[in-house]
C-alpha cells in the first residue's frame, strides 16, 4: 500500500478559509475512489517562515490507483486549490510505502 501525503503550510490570514475548504475537499478526494480513508494531522513543529502546517495522508488501494489518480483526478485538485489560496499556501508532496504496521495488545 502506498500513503500519498501532502503537507501544507498555510498563511494564517487565510487559515480558517482553509480549514473549511480542506474539510470539504478531502471526501472529494476520497470520492474519486483510489483511496480507502484519510488522516488529516496538523504539524506540531514550528516553521520559521511562520504559517500552521498540516498533513493529509491519503491511503491508496494500490499504486494503479494512485497512479490514475495522478492522471485522472490529481491536476483539477491543484488547479483549484491555486486558484483559492495562490502565494497563501505551500504545499509539498510525498508517497510513502507502509512495509509493516504494529499494534500493542495488552491483555
Same mark, same amino acid.
Given at each position: ?14 487559515? %480558517? ?39 493529509? %495522508? ?38 510513502? %510505502? ?10
Amino acid at each position: 500500500m502506498i500513503i500519498y501525503n501532502e503537507t501544507v503550510n498555510i498563511d494564517e490570514s487565510i487559515h %480558517q478559509e482553509w480549514l473549511t475548504w480542506i474539510k470539504e475537499h478531502i471526501p472529494r478526494v476520497l470520492a474519486t475512489g483510489k483511496f480507502e480513508k484519510a488522516t488529516f494531522t496538523k504539524v506540531l513543529v514550528e516553521e520559521d517562515m511562520g504559517g500552521i502546517t498540516y498533513s493529509i %495522508q491519503y491511503r491508496s488501494y494500490s499504486r494503479e490507483a494512485l497512479d490514475i489518480f495522478y492522471r485522472d483526478d490529481a491536476p483539477k485538485f491543484r488547479d483549484e486549490a491555486l486558484k483559492k489560496f495562490a502565494d497563501k499556501m505551500l504545499t509539498f508532496r510525498t508517497e510513502l %510505502q507502509i512495509i509493516d504496521e504494529c499494534t500493542v495488545n495488552f491483555t
